[in-house]
């Protein structure tokens, strides 16, 4: 059975395990990062996020890993799947990118944090 680990900066990513655990059954752990909690404008999201995969590696060796988190999402993604080849990384896509998509950004109010809004928008270009 896969092991897949769901990490957020908080509890909101209780609601993400949820609809995974009613889609697949898998075997899950859920990380809650309330030490790093809010991850908003954080500048060391990448060594916090990496040091947190290798210390949970230690006991709960994961097959899978969404980042349950449009911030970790928007900044981390491709430096975690290089660091963890074997792995598969699954973000969060953060509703600015699919709207950027369809409108002008001085259409769009989105309740997001600055580096979310600021990478979502570089990612989108």
């Known amino acids: ?58 006991f709960f060796d994961f097959d899978i890993v969404v980042l349950a988190c449009n911030t970790l999402s928007c900044t ?3 430096e975690v799947r290089a660091e963890f080849p074997k792995v598969n990384f699954i973000g969060t896509v953060p509703a600015i990118k699919p709207a950027l998509q369809k409108y002008e950004a001085k259409d769009i109010l989105v309740v997001a944090t600055e580096t979310t809004i600021k990478y979502s928008v570089l990612i989108n270009k």
Do not use: W
Not at 15 to 37: E, H, P, S, T, W
């Open 1 to 58: 059975m896969k092991k897949v680990l769901l990490i957020d900066s908080g509890s909101g990513g209780v609601n993400v395990l949820r609809a995974c655990a009613q889609k697949v059954c898998c075997n899950y752990l859920l990380f809650c990062d309330d030490k790093n909690m809010p991850y908003g404008n954080k500048t060391n999201l990448h060594e916090i996020t990496l040091q947190n995969l290798k210390n949970i590696r230690n």
């Open 76 to 78: 981390c993604l491709e």
